[in-house]
């Protein structure tokens, strides 16, 4: 057991012995100067779905290791699922240490998407959530888009201290340390791993800084009533946003139906006709049809025409949330897979997401 080194991909301790387990290397491999472990070079390189996933302990050990250490923590969310992934009792986590909220993947976002409106309506959410931000960013991880004027934040705020990247799962943490590596000349000897599943990082990566203090990647929490966890690998890819949304309107009558693939099913019930504005993943198929129609028309055609899924095996029970919308411009979001947007008062609305997704309400964040 060689248990003082550590995978440069996801952070966990390297061993010879058992492949099944985390952080498996053959001898061979120790030599090199970056040691990866199998299961990150296989999810590198060849995509493969990871066997080996994070366990509730991680974050407990992540909980408990912050809220002793003095440090800046700087905390990022997936602004395309704001509220899903979210990390409940994340103030709790900080302690005392200060926040930095950084929303993540604003490439996904229409260009028409006002970032100042964005960031007030983010600083309510997270007043709400019981978070006092010292600032909030917005940034593309993987665009580069914000992270000069984060890089700066964290340097002024850390103040000569260390600093810790949390989130939950698939936000872009090791996507956003990557970048600042290849923006700062960082050394090319770490990497951590990146990956659309959630849970890559299984441990703590230490990224030394210049003044000798330390950035660390951490695992992410698992929020389970995200979409992620409800999909396979080929489903995920379908329905994580790779570029701008092109929102996709849809004039609607009384008692009209909109099917986001087989995952997903908005009932607009009335009254009257309005505009019901799609945010989704551009490659995700919509399906218009008459409320009276749907039921039948998902027996039929879920895993077919009603794609994700991709099997009938794996068609998701879909549970009704209804809503009586009291903004003038609301959004009804199913986490992780975007949000409908709908215009006017009074509008009777029912989402239709598989068992355990999360669907909520909120003001509408865009337009
Ligand atoms: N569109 C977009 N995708 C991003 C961005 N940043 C990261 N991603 C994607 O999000 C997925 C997750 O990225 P990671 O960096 O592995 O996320 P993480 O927070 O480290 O995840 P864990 O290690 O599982 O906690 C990958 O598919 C990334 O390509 C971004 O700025 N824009
Ligand atoms: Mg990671």
Not at 131 to 139: R, T
């Amino acid at each position: 057991m060689t248990d003082h080194i550590s995978c440069s991909g996801c952070g966990v301790a390297i061993q010879t012995e058992d492949e099944r387990k985390p952080g498996y290397a053959p001898k061979s491999a120790l030599n090199r100067e970056v040691v990866v472990c199998k299961r990150c070079f296989r999810l590198t390189h060849y995509n493969e779905v990871p066997d080996i996933k994070p366990q509730d302990e991680d974050f407990i050990r992540l909980l408990n290791r912050i809220g002793e250490t003095e440090a800046l923590i700087v905390y990022l969310v997936d602004i395309f699922d704001f509220n899903g992934s979210w990390v409940s009792g994340l103030q709790r986590l900080a302690g005392n240490n200060p926040v930095l909220l950084v929303g993540n993947k604003v490439d996904v976002l229409p260009k028409s998407t006002n970032p100042d409106k964005l960031k007030r309506w983010m600083s309510h959410m997270a007043r709400d959530y019981g978070l006092k931000p010292l600032d909030i960013h917005l940034i593309s991880a993987e665009k580069g888009t914000g992270i000069e004027e984060l890089a700066m934040a964290i340097d002024h705020y850390r103040a000569g201290g260390d600093v810790y990247v949390v989130g939950c799962t698939n936000v872009g943490k090791s996507t956003f340390i990557n970048q600042l590596i290849r923006r700062f000349g960082g050394d090319s000897r770490y990497q951590p791993t990146t990956s659309p599943f959630p849970g890559t990082t299984l441990d703590f990566i230490r990224l030394p800084l210049d003044d000798g203090r330390s950035l660390y990647d951490t695992p992410g929490v698992i929020n389970d009533h995200q979409i992620a966890h409800f999909v396979t690998y080929d489903e995920l890819k379908k329905i994580l946003p790779k570029k701008e949304i092109k929102p996709k309107v849809y004039q609607l009558n009384e008692n009209q139906t909109l099917f986001i693939g087989g995952l997903a099913r908005i009932d607009y019930r009335g009254p009257g006709r309005r505009s019901l504005v799609c945010y989704v993943s551009n490659a995700l198929y919509i399906h218009r049809t008459k409320l009276e129609k749907a039921d039948a028309l998902y027996e039929e055609q879920a895993g077919k025409l009603l794609t994700p899924p991709f099997s009938e095996e794996r068609i998701p029970k879909l549970v009704r949330h209804d809503f009586s919308l009291k903004d003038d411009h609301s959004d009804l979001v199913i986490s992780g897979l975007g949000w409908v947007s709908v215009k006017g008062q009074g509008a009777r609305v029912s989402a239709y997401a598989p068992a355990g997704v999360q669907v909520l309400r909120r003001p509408s964040i865009i337009g």
